[in-house]
């Protein structure tokens, strides 16, 4: 079965702190896709970055970083020099392959509440 | 331009009405969809429609139904609205359905249905 968690709900941090979101998977598919959404307060679903299971590079935008590690099933973010601007929800979601209409079904985990203190 | 557009924003409502919410993309994607979030913040997928056909239907009360009447087009419609419908409601698009490397959705600006 397809499972996204991301085990911590709220994370608290002050400015300039570097922050890490974890995201573990389960899937039984070999082709697969994992993101990252932000949810700031003012409600939008904003997307982050896409990864493929055949890419296990790591990434770094900016002060967004992510680890992707099969081995372990994670998925994981994190914001080097934390700022207020970062405050938001952090969704991870797992895109596999149907296999009985085709195309792809993709869940959300429960999200991170992240607050940035000044 | 906003790429994915819903209306309305907000939307309260009584019980047993029926509502519809509107979502237009203009990004020439082939496949959009309707996604819930509860109060706790949960996502989760309703429909998706890829070419006006639909492809997933999880399992949603069928007083919901989906009206694509072009690709640039998918609405939710809402019959006999409930107190457990009040939530966000977030319309989104992606380029293709399956496969590929563009699979990521861009979504709406959400629209808060209450219903009272």
């Known amino acids: 079965a397809q499972k996204v968690t991301q085990a911590q709900t709220e994370i608290s941090v002050v400015e300039k702190e570097d922050v890490t979101l974890d995201c573990v998977y389960e899937t039984r598919d070999t082709t697969y896709y994992l993101f990252w959404y932000k949810q700031p307060p003012s409600g939008e679903l904003v997307f982050l970055i896409r990864?493929?299971?055949?890419?296990?590079q790591n990434e770094i935008s900016g002060r967004y970083s992510w680890n992707f590690q099969k081995s372990t099933s994670s998925f994981n973010f994190t914001i080097t020099a934390s700022q207020v601007v970062d405050s938001a929800v952090y969704f991870c979601a797992l895109s596999e392959e149907r296999g009985d209409t085709g195309g792809f079904k993709t869940i959300f985990g429960a999200g991170t509440r992240l607050f940035v203190k000044a | 331009d906003t790429a994915v557009s819903q209306t309305p924003k907000y939307l309260v409502t009584q019980m047993g009405n029926d509502k519809s919410i509107k979502c237009e993309q203009n990004l020439g994607h082939d496949t959009m969809y309707w996604y819930k979030q509860d109060s706790k913040k949960f996502l989760k997928i309703m429909f998706s429609y890829n070419n006006k056909e639909l492809i997933i239907n999880e399992t949603v009360p069928n007083r919901f139904s989906p009206k694509s009447p072009d690709k640039a087009h998918l609405n939710l419609h809402i019959n006999s609205l409930e107190l457990g419908d009040s939530a966000v409601y977030f319309c989104?698009?992606?380029?293709?359905?399956?496969?590929?490397?563009?699979?990521?959705?861009?979504f709406g600006q959400g629209t808060r249905l209450t219903v009272v």
């Open positions: 989104a698009s992606s380029p293709v359905s399956g496969g590929g490397e563009d699979t990521e959705a861009f």
């Open positions: 990864r493929n299971s055949f890419d296990e």
